[in-house]
């Protein structure tokens, strides 16, 4: 790791959330030996977009090296409604093609939200729990403090549902989308809050300045749903892995 240091107000944030500070390019390293810690069989939660793809990429590399991964079982936080799983926008595409592929996982142990329905989301809810449950959850986080897609207003109780994004969550895909915020689906399934927290372990990624205000307000700020990731302070072991950019203080 580089000679950063953790920012003295960030020092500890809370007895249950570490706070590991390294330069971008270290982030996917990092949080991938925190998360080889679950193969080669666990139950992995992942998220998808671009924060992760780092820690990805050096899983496989680590499978080269010899860790044994094919054994391990995916849950992904979300998906869009409306986009067919053979969308290669869909979230379900991203996990077969961006982990789950490179890491040799067959397909019946890859799990993504699909469907509308509460009948679907609560045979997602069922499913994870018939795994006994995530080992460990993967996830980032969005500019408005979202984890997985719970918005700004999702409380700790909630569950696996359908939820509308915000405007500033689908601008911020729609580089996805041709740039086009109307391509951009205006629902998704997620995992509540409570499905998240009920994972064993927690690895949050974040990197840029874009995700700072977010950031420190989930480990600094108070418990609210006004920023649902600052409920992963209620956990009892929480990994961040940032670059200094994701944890700078405004000026
Ligand atoms: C993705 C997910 C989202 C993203 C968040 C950050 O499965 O659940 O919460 O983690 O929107 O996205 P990126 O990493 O693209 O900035």
Redesign the pocket.
């Known amino acids: 790791m580089t000679g950063v240091t953790l920012p003295t107000d960030l020092a500890p944030v809370s007895a249950t959330t570490r706070v590991v500070v390294c330069a971008p390019e270290e982030i996917g390293d990092v949080a991938a030996g925190v998360v080889a810690t679950v193969a080669p069989d666990g139950v992995l939660g992942?998220?998808?977009?671009?924060?992760?793809l780092a820690l990805y990429a050096a899983l496989i590399r680590r499978r080269t090296e010899g860790l044994a991964t094919e054994g391990l079982r995916l849950f992904?936080?979300?998906e869009y409604v409306g986009l067919p799983d053979d969308d290669p926008r869909s979230?379900a595409a991203y996990v077969r093609s961006v982990i789950a592929e490179p890491l040799g996982i067959p397909a019946a142990h890859v799990r993504v939200p699909s469907g509308s329905t509460a009948a679907d989301a609560a045979a997602y809810e069922r499913a994870i729990a018939e795994a006994g449950g995530v080992d460990l959850q993967i996830?980032?986080?969005?500019?408005n403090g979202?984890?997985?897609?719970n918005e700004p207003g999702s409380d700790a109780d909630t569950r696996t549902r359908v939820v509308t994004l915000d405007e500033s969550?689908r601008r911020?895909?729609a580089e996805h989308f041709d740039g086009d915020l109307a391509r951009v689906p205006t629902h998704a399934m997620?995992q509540g809050v409570a499905t998240i927290l009920a994972a064993r372990r927690i690895v949050l990624?974040?990197s840029g300045a874009?995700?700072a205000a977010a950031l420190r307000s989930a480990l600094l700020g108070p418990v609210t749903a006004d920023n649902p990731a600052s409920f992963l302070q209620r956990h009892p072991d929480v990994t961040v892995v940032a670059d200094p950019d994701a944890l700078r203080e405004d000026r």
Do not use: C, E, M, Q
């Open positions: 992942v998220a998808t977009g671009s924060s992760p992904a936080l979300d979230y996830v980032g986080i969005g500019r979202h984890i997985g897609f969550t911020a895909n997620t990624v974040a874009a995700k």
